[in-house]
């Protein structure tokens, strides 16, 4: 599986932050690949029509709206 779907999916799923450590023992890789996955995964989202972004809040990352979409997701 690629590592970006896999932090995907994660942060999708989750209410809460996730720090590296936990993307780390959840998908069985190193700390280092997961920041990689997150950067890469934030970048593919970038680049498309998406709708949600990739954000470190809180001491962990987060899969959320992005801020300019407010007004339509309040």
Do not use: Y
Not at 1 to 15: Q, T, Y
């Amino acid at each position: 599986m690629i590592p970006d779907r896999e932090i995907e999916a994660l942060l999708f799923v989750s209410p809460v932050p996730l720090p590296v450590d936990r993307l780390a023992e959840a998908t069985g890789r190193e700390p280092a690949e997961c920041v990689a996955a997150l950067e890469a995964l934030g970048e593919r989202l970038d680049r498309g029509p998406s709708g949600l972004e990739v954000a470190q809040v809180a001491g962990g990352w987060t899969l959320r709206t992005r801020p300019d979409l407010a007004d339509v997701c309040d």
